[in-house]
């Protein structure tokens, strides 16, 4: 079996790289954590006091509100992409399971020398009966016009594993959709605060860290 080779992009990346690659020249770096989530995608770093941070990071209001702003947006780009893989797999998988399970009849029926008889559509209302050869193959669309014949070995086994890496995609974007949710709430709220402590700040009021 041939297996896909890590690439250079596929490898993964310390924070700094990942920061980089989002946003060139904006040095997001200073505003993320040390910290990702198992697929790479940063940790914000929530700002408790606003006054201390852009001392500690050297940094503006300006420009730190510029930053946020940046990587909000790149965080819900990230979150309708993941979105719409969810709805993808949460399509495909019922397919899969329902393949493999046409599978397992045509093998059972194999085994114990039975007939299958099935309804197939000949248009939107009109159905045919059939007799099916269970003669231990079987042909499978991959996609992109591609039919390929297998036994129902080999056909049963490519299933199983396509239902499992699913079912485990399924979970891992899940896992990176919550976690996207909280870095975006975090964005929000950090640049509600530098906002409230600019305008206190050019107010000439003592800007108040509410913990």
């Known amino acids: 079996e041939n297996k896909k080779k890590p690439t250079m992009a596929e490898a993964p990346k310390p924070n ?12 997001l770096e200073k505003y993320i954590g040390e910290t990702t989530n198992p697929r790479g995608i ?3 770093l929530f700002i408790n006091d606003v006054d201390s941070f852009l001392t500690e990071k050297d940094t503006s209001v300006e420009h730190t509100i510029g930053v946020f702003s940046e990587m909000l947006q790149k965080y819900k780009l990230m979150e309708t992409s993941l979105t719409r893989q969810a709805a993808s797999l949460k399509q495909k ?14 093998k059972f029926k194999k085994d114990n020398e039975e007939e299958l008889i099935s309804n197939y559509p000949l248009s939107e209302v009109v ?10 193959t079987v042909c499978l669309w991959l996609g992109a016009n591609v039919m390929v014949e297998y036994t129902y070995e080999e056909a049963m086994a490519m299933l199983e594993k396509n239902e499992s890496d699913a079912i485990e995609k399924q979970g891992e974007t899940a896992a990176d959709l919550n976690h996207l949710k909280d870095q975006i709430t975090t964005l929000e709220v ?16 003592p800007a108040i860290n509410v913990n």
């Open 190 to 205: 950090n640049m509600a605060r530098v906002f409230n402590y600019n305008v206190k700040v050019k107010r000439g009021t």
């Open 93 to 106: 998988l019922p397919e899969i399971e329902t393949t493999l399970d046409l599978v397992k009849m045509l």
């Open 42 to 44: 940063p940790t914000i």
């Open 16 to 27: 700094g790289q990942i920061a980089a690659a989002m946003a060139p020249g904006l040095h």
């Open 127 to 136: 159905h045919a009966r059939a007799k099916v050869n269970c003669n231990g």
